[in-house]
């Protein structure tokens, strides 16, 4: 059974950095490509990030033009992803996912066949 697990969210300052992890299992999570997404209070999902089988990174929206303050990574031989985020700001605030298609690219969009639960991250003074 494909299950993803969200963590390393929390309650934050302005300014602050966070790494999300997201653990995989019922799968190799090496094998697959895998992505990043949020949805802030009020707002739609967003697309921020995917990295590919081979390990090519993308990123998307906000956070191809977020000068580099979100890094997407993944354990070589692991079943963790991650996902660094620099300089928060109260517009990071989002609940924060992983997700799969259990495929080898990354695709643009929503449409993942599997998601985690998402971990909490707010940004506050």
């Known amino acids: 059974q494909v299950q993803l697990v969200e963590s390393g969210g929390g309650l934050v300052q302005p300014g602050e950095s966070l790494r999300l992890s997201c653990v995989a299992s019922?799968?190799?999570?090496?094998?697959?490509?895998i992505g990043w997404y949020r949805q802030a209070p009020g707002k739609e999902r967003e697309q921020i990030s995917c990295i590919t089988r081979r390990g090519e990174r993308k990123y998307y929206g906000t956070a191809r033009s977020g000068e580099g303050r979100f890094t997407i990574s993944r354990d070589k031989d692991g079943n963790t992803a991650f996902l660094r985020i620099n300089g928060l700001t109260l517009e990071d605030t989002a609940l924060y996912y992983c997700?799969?298609?259990?495929?080898?690219?990354?695709?643009?969009?929503?449409?993942?066949?599997?998601w985690g639960q998402g971990t909490q991250v707010i940004v506050s003074a």
């Open positions: 019922g799968f190799r999570l090496s094998d697959y490509s």
């Open positions: 997700a799969t298609d259990l495929d080898y690219y990354c695709y643009t969009g929503l449409m993942r066949k599997h």
